[in-house]
């Protein structure tokens, strides 16, 4: 559950003068309080309305069963990027109002917006100027964006809550709160205008005796709901419905014993869906959705209530559509007696679940193309389908619009945040399509958008937001593919945002490290960094995934340097060509530098992701020298203290047992298949954290596991949780005052702890807590120590992306503390074919007889050099060139040798 659902209109308390639209806290749309806070916030307004009207005494919401789905994909449902038949996230310019916009309903090219506003003007007025009265009523063109002067509806005197059209295109049907017309024509609370001059239609004159909230139309008859009791004089129980020629009361009457906020007309014309906080229809079982046929009103079976259960004071069905092949509804939840706040697909007749997003924030509208499903909301968790992951505060991965992909694209994961699980059911997948908008102010619910609707190439999204992408936009905006879109939506982050880390960590070479930017509305960015400012000629090109959730540290080595100063610039592009550019950095090239020791190159040539040598002389950044993602060094820890690796001078860092960490600087989602190494050296009794993955960057974290801690009595633990404690503990204490090399690995295989090579336990668990992360070391929360945090020397802390093996563990251990025999140097070999110009070489002769080889360094007597087991190289200049191949073995060894070549040019 999120922050209690905005759908109340302005704090009526009753449900003949209230919303069914629940009030919620006016700071929700910027929600920033943590779980705890928001389980203890007050009772919503639609609840406490609720409660007045309707007493509960027992509501079970049974858990979900999986659906079947033949198609439904298995795991996460994958991000997707958004294709060519999909919106773009340009806002594009449209008529503004005055206040909100509650309902929309299309006609052609031809938008009728209805809510509460008393003006229109032009896209880009600021407000208050360029005025044109509409009284809660207006229409406007999808294509320009630009208000149809000619339908000027006379003013109604209550907002508008629901709007509809005829589907033979001829009229306009308002409902909501209003009593009078053009301020003396009686219309309590529906009226029907002409759909090309907004002339009232006087021939339709209904008398409603409470609010209505939804209204769907045919050619011949007007149905609604809300939440009346009395219908021109008759008893109706939240549901009637008129005749459209003279406004004559049916005898069609379903009885809800609670609101109706939604209906939509099945595709085959023979039933309403319906969808609100109604518990029964007719008196039977019928949990806040249910089909009734359109003629008798029977109550008829429907699926979807047996597993989506949204009803009574706190929950409840907020918008039903179709696009012919399919019913999508909306929810929301508060409390008990509900279990979805995101979107569902089911059978329009049978009502079987075809899909759930269960992303958690409250979803207010629904609209499906032919590409896409669109939705309006408050969502701060997307991560059951693979989406955004709950950040803290809500605030910062919060979105008021979302897109979904029509069909299956996998199954939902477990939930971690104790909302209903919904595991196993089949989901769609999560489009990068995130418009920005602002909260706005006017129903004092601090919402963006209420309401979605589309025609064509377009969808239009009504609401009460002042501003979209950074832009003033109030109330109403549109979206469209491209084109009509100009697709001017780019790399969101330039400057000061979007600049590279640079590090000189050995001789003749720059470590170019920088976060992926993230777009509106494309996953799949191109980067290109320039050296020097030679623009025409990238020093290094990559196409990268990224969303703003999630953006992977990426970057390269730029070797052969000569000593001296480089600059260094970033760029990002999308699919359209727009192109952003950060600011330039410059870093030193010493004249001499550090090697890889036999060790370190062993930890980088076996796979690993992140490598923390802990070597820096001072400064508050660990470099990682196998990838990008450097950690944040805190003000306890210590540096320069003897390393821990035979035959290397690289330092240590000491920490403080008191608040000492070093923490990664990029989140990163969970591992499943893992290895954690690293060095340690403590005569500490109060335990503490060695390594471990946590959900916080900055004290001490909610979720943590894939931890390696001290107990007191100086015994190691390794634990992962699954709802319990997984635990591997070493049978030997390590608190000596001695170096310490210490390796844990999960995978198929189970956890398994070695120390100082040897294996010290294992556990045949293979499961970890998912949650989003950071690798840390120093100190995070464990299971049994009295410290968080470890008082001693760490050293070459690494994280693998496999399991390392029991000799590739010994291995590190006797290169780390020099016991292992000596190392026998490889030997050098390569074969040689020329073409004219051309030279091609391949290394593959070379052999190393106690090892392998790790790195092939080529230099072609040009000043040109290459890398890897075979090259190619193309001279300028006809002569007698010497190609020498240098070799290095994994632990550190090295051999060369030459031979001559002749190039010629072709004759």
């Known amino acids: 559950m999120l922050c ?21 806290r006016p700071d929700c749309g910027g929600i920033s309080m943590p779980r705890s806070a928001a389980r203890s916030r007050l009772k919503s307004g639609w609840a406490i309305a609720a409660s007045l009207m309707l007493t509960v005494a027992s509501i079970v919401v049974v858990p979900p069963a999986v659906a079947a789905a033949a198609d439904q994909g298995t795991g996460k449902s994958p991000v997707l990027s958004p294709t060519a038949d999909q919106v773009t996230a340009d806002a594009l310019p449209t008529v503004q109002v005055d206040g909100m916009v509650w309902s929309q309903a299309t006609i052609g090219n031809t938008v009728y917006a209805g809510g509460k506003f008393a003006n229109a003007r032009p896209a880009g007025a600021a407000a208050g100027t360029n005025l044109t009265p509409r009284a809660n009523l207006l229409a406007y063109d999808i294509t320009t964006g630009a208000l149809k002067t000619g339908f000027v509806p006379p003013a109604l005197n209550g907002q508008v809550l629901a709007v509809a059209a005829s589907p033979d295109g001829q009229r306009i049907y308002a409902a909501g709160e209003f009593t009078t017309v053009g301020g003396s024509s009686a219309r309590n609370r529906v009226a029907a205008f002409d759909a090309t001059t907004g002339a009232l239609i006087t021939t339709f004159n209904v008398n409603v005796g409470s609010r209505v909230k939804s209204i769907v139309a045919t050619n011949d008859t007007v149905y609604i709901g809300g939440q009346f009791t009395a219908a021109n004089g008759q008893p109706r129980a939240r549901l009637a419905a008129f005749r459209a020629d003279n406004g004559a009361l049916t005898t069609w009457a379903p009885q809800a014993d609670y609101t109706v906020n939604a209906m939509v007309l099945s595709p085959d014309k023979s039933r309403l869906v319906l969808g609100g906080g109604f518990q029964n229809i007719n008196g039977s079982p019928a949990y806040g959705l249910a089909a009734v046929d359109i003629r008798s009103s029977a109550l008829l079976p429907f699926a979807a209530n047996q597993k989506v259960r949204n009803a009574g004071p706190n929950a409840a069905i907020t918008s039903l559509s179709t696009d012919g092949s399919s019913v999508y509804g909306t929810g929301y939840h508060y409390g008990a007696g509900g279990n979805l706040e995101g979107t569902f697909a089911v059978d329009p007749i049978s009502g079987e679940i075809r899909w759930i997003e269960d992303c958690h924030g409250d979803t207010y509208s629904v609209w499906a193309t032919s590409a896409a499903v669109y939705t309006t909301s408050h969502a701060h968790y997307c991560g059951n389908i693979g989406g955004f992951f709950q950040s803290n505060p809500w605030s910062t991965n919060q979105r008021f619009a979302l897109a979904f992909s029509k069909g299956v694209t996998g199954t939902i994961g477990s939930d971690p945040h104790g909302y209903t699980n919904w595991q196993g059911n089949p989901s769609p997948s999560l489009i990068n399509w995130f418009p920005d908008f602002k909260t706005g102010t006017v129903s004092g619910q601090n919402q963006a958008g209420w309401n979605i609707v589309g025609s064509g190439q377009y969808i239009s999204v009504g609401g009460e937001f002042p501003q979209v992408n950074g832009t003033g936009q109030q109330g109403l905006v549109r979206f469209a593919t491209k084109p009509p879109a100009p697709g001017k939506s780019g790399p969101m982050l330039t400057g000061s945002k979007f600049t590279p880390s640079l590090v000189s960590l050995t001789k003749g070479t720059v470590r170019v490290a920088f976060s992926a930017n993230w777009d509106r509305d494309d996953m799949n960015l191109t980067y290109k960094v320039v050296r020097n400012s030679n623009t025409a000629a990238p020093v290094y ?10 953006r992977p540290s990426l970057g390269f080595t730029d070797t052969g340097l000569a000593p001296g100063d480089y600059r260094y610039r970033v760029f990002a592009t999308d699919k359209d060509g727009n192109q952003v ?3 330039t950095v410059s870093v030193t090239v010493p004249a001499d530098g550090p090697e890889l020791s036999p060790y370190s190159r062993a930890v980088k040539d076996q796979g690993a992701n992140l490598f923390w040598r802990l070597g820096e002389a001072s400064g508050t950044t660990a470099y990682d020298w196998a990838g990008f993602n450097d950690g944040a060094v805190g003000p306890a820890v210590t540096r320069g203290a003897a390393g821990a690796i035979s035959g290397d001078s690289n330092t240590a ?3 403080d047992g008191a608040t000492g960490t070093v ?3 990029t989140q990163t989602l969970p591992p499943s298949v893992y290895s954690t190494e690293l060095w340690f050296k403590t005569a500490t009794s109060r335990g503490g954290k060695l390594i471990g993955f946590g959900s916080a960057q900055q004290g001490l974290s909610g979720s943590y596991d894939r931890h390696v801690y001290m107990q007191d009595d100086g015994r190691l633990v390794f634990g992962t949780y699954t709802g319990v404690q997984n635990k591997v503990t070493s049978p030997k204490a390590y608190n000596d005052g001695q170096w310490h090399h210490v390796v844990a690995t999960q995978g198929p295989d189970g956890m398994k702890l070695y120390v100082d090579g040897a294996i010290a336990g294992t556990n045949k668990q293979t499961a970890a807590q998912n949650y989003t992360g950071y690798w840390r070391i120093g100190g995070d929360k464990t299971w049994g120590s009295t410290s968080s945090y470890f008082a001693g020397a760490l050293d070459e802390a690494a994280v693998y992306p496999v399991v390392l093996t029991a000799d590739q563990v010994k291995e590190h251990y006797a290169l780390g503390s020099g016991t292992g025999p000596a190392n026998i140097v490889p030997s050098a070999d390569f074969a040689m074919a020329l073409s004219y110009m051309d030279v091609a070489v391949n290394g593959s002769g070379s052999t190393d007889p106690d090892g392998s080889i790790a790195t092939y360094r080529w230099d072609f007597g040009d000043g040109s050099s290459g890398s890897g087991q075979s090259a190619r190289h193309s001279y300028d200049t006809p002569g007698d ?8 073995d994994n632990r550190g060894g090295t051999a060369s040798t030459s031979r001559t070549v002749g190039a010629a040019a072709a004759p």
């Open 4 to 24: 209690r659902s905005a759908l109340s209109t302005l704090g009526q308390s009753s449900e003949a003068a209230g919303s069914g639209f629940a009030s919620r």
């Open 541 to 550: 090109t990559t196409t990268a995934t990224s969303t703003y959730w999630d």
């Open 581 to 583: 550019g950060g600011d």
């Open 653 to 655: 860092s000491t920490f």
């Open 663 to 665: 923490v990664a600087g």
């Open 881 to 888: 060139y010497t190609v020498t191949l240098t070799v290095t």
